[in-house]
């Protein structure tokens, strides 16, 4: 079976494939030369923010859980291997019977994390961590970015909601990946159906110019909308001119009129104006929602300004400047040999270039000043200092392969609003500047490298 | 049935619900309106491209004719749009029996694009054109942009082979189809599997560092990795030091070692070092590949040094700074009523705000100067003038419901390269700059608006 029977445009039986071919080929090596089955720390974590970004948000978590349990090879999968050649059958034998059998801590999702944070640790042996990698890190890449914009736009926007309309300027699955990202960062509701079907987020809609352009006249496309959707509905007021739109709106709808949205223009000076007229006509308890390539800085610059809600779509999904982020998946410590109980190694590449990591399993937690208000990510690799005990950020994903922390979405937002809430005031400032809290290591700033 | 039986981390049962929800429920008040069935004209195009770009890429039509064909609302999503009130009862039993039954014109896949053209052209009932609104711009905007930003870097590129390395640095389904874009683009191969395995891409990999910190020395894992992949590899040469990791790796393949990768590093200078070191060691053969977050600027300036070959990964896959395009789909005509016959009248939006649109229905043509070099994109909406009746650039991809224009990802890789070498030479340059041909309308700049 596979996806071309369901109509989707992919083809893929397995998250499996979702993965660089070098995987498979380590793999192969690694179980010829017998060190395939070495017990193995794998750490997620990212050498920097973006550039002048304060804080990131961990997204995506609850997706890595089901991509690593569905991380199969099917018959159809092994078969392309086989035909490709990729690797030989030894590997394709071993291949099918993969199930990932380790335990995988991490930054329970919607959390803050910032330089170095170890926001994901897989641990088992080599061959069933190694493979993961692509996937863990396409997911968490991407979904945290799309938090991390839509945190700075929640921020910007305070109290009034946030509609993610995104689905048409990304790929389409990417895009319910986004609302999802979205609904974490704090986003009320997406425009997406699949994003409603398949994570339960509140969908909504207005209308389009070409609804308007249908018929014959403006005045026919409202009569048709609030005919069919109720007096509450969403009118769209700039296709032609607003005064006049606004006004029919108004006359079509009544005052109970739900909505206007405005999509184009000077969204300040024309919020004020439609404001100011729908309070004339006695509408006033209509509301005003604006789009237009809105990102979090035009969501502040309308903060003075009579606007009920935000729809904000491009910004937002290519993450407002940042489309990715710059999560590694790093081999951190391995066991000396493949005896039981061998023990573990601290490893990191040492080679020049500024991509130098620090070896060794680590555990992190946010130390909190006086007022109990974020004052430092703390990072170490050997025993978690006490007064530090019941601040650590790592949770429990998996365990010997099964996943333990399946959460429902809203908790996950809720987390991430409480995380921020918990940072300095200066981490919602949105001009550029340095990660709010500093990264601090304890117990020594690298690991032993693994012998040259 | 749905994906989740699949393993796929998705759980979406077709390709309806990749749709904004408003697309529904204009649908639905246009029914009851009794304007649903008025033959309509949409057209994609967008009005400008990313800033500075000289040129566009078209990709993604051949994924938008998996999207339409497969465009159906089965009853697990009718139950979910019912169980939500999104749409009433009428709505769901039209679009029970969706399927589309009209006409789709399009640039062909890879060709190239410049602000107004007409890249896809979908004419039938406004009912059935206006639902397809979302997926095909996701499909259409995310693909392009990657084409893009691939046709840059492989021009930039010149001979030298570029590896698509992107999948770590996007959502795990988007990542398919950027290895898919960066094909089309001049891509020579990817790392994702999920590419080979869906659209037959040519995959590669090397190793990752992890492989070698997993070994007691750089000589085991080399050794491990030459004893499992011949002495044909690539082997990873900056985990510890470069100058000694290229001499271990001479002395365990010996001279026919494939090739070497650097990841990290000043790469002009590591590259002319290692090729000097690999040339008095007799491996004068050994290929030399550099990754490490190259872009089309990082390829141009090592067209100089002793590189054979470049591995891209997030630059590609983020579209080189413009992650999407700015494709619109806008109602440019409708009939008058729904009467049999009933004439065409061209709309388009005539708010203020830069969003203004072109009514009409289109064609293009390329204009060649003397030489043959493409001269000007000229758009009109009238009869198309005789000299360019054998340059338009539409063709018929769906009629009356059926793909009529699928092809294999060659052709398509080959007609973007053919049309490429057909722009002014400064097309090519990567400075930033104005569109390398003009855009002119003929037969009046603007349709008629319908009445306001």
Redesign the interface.
Known sequence: ???A???????????A??????????L???L??G?AE?R?V?EVFTRRLPDGRRYGVVAGTG?VL??V????FDPD?LG??RE?K?V?EQTLTWLADYRFSGDIWGYPEGEVYFPGSPIMRVEGT?AEC?LL???I???L???SAIAAAASRMSSAAGDRPLVE?G???????????ASRAAYVGGFAST????A???YGIP?????????T??????R?AF???V???GRGTTLLV?????A?AVRTAVEVAGPELGAVRI????LLLVAHRVRQQLDELGATGTRIIVT?DLDEYAIASLAAAPVDAYGVG?QL???SGH??C?MV???VA?A?STAAGAPLVP?????????TSIGGRKWAARRLDEYGVAEAEVIGTEAVPAELADRQLLVELVKGGTVVAREPLDAVRDRHAAARANLPLSATQLSRGEPVIPTEYVNGRTGS????
């Open positions: 079976m596979n996806t029977d369901l109509g989707l445009p992919v083809d893929v039986p397995s998250t494939l979702f993965t660089d071919q070098y995987e498979l080929t380590m192969q090596a690694a010829k030369a060190t070495r193995s794998f997706r089901d991509a349990e569905n991380f199969r999968v392309f291997l490709r990729i030989d080599f190694v990698e692509t996937v890190l396409s997911i890449n991407h979904d309309m689905a048409r300027r990304t790929h389409e699955l990417a895009a319910v990946a425009s997406d159906l699949a409603g079907f398949r969908t909504v809609g207005t209308s389009a110019h070409a609804f352009l249908l018929h014959d006249r403006e026919d009569q048709a909308q005919h069919s959707m700039d296709t032609y001119d607003v006049e999509d184009s223009g000077d237009s491009t999904v290519t993450g489309p990715t710059s998946y790093k081999l391995r000396e490893v990191a590449k040492k080679s020049t270039g500024g991509k490298p693994a012998g040259a």
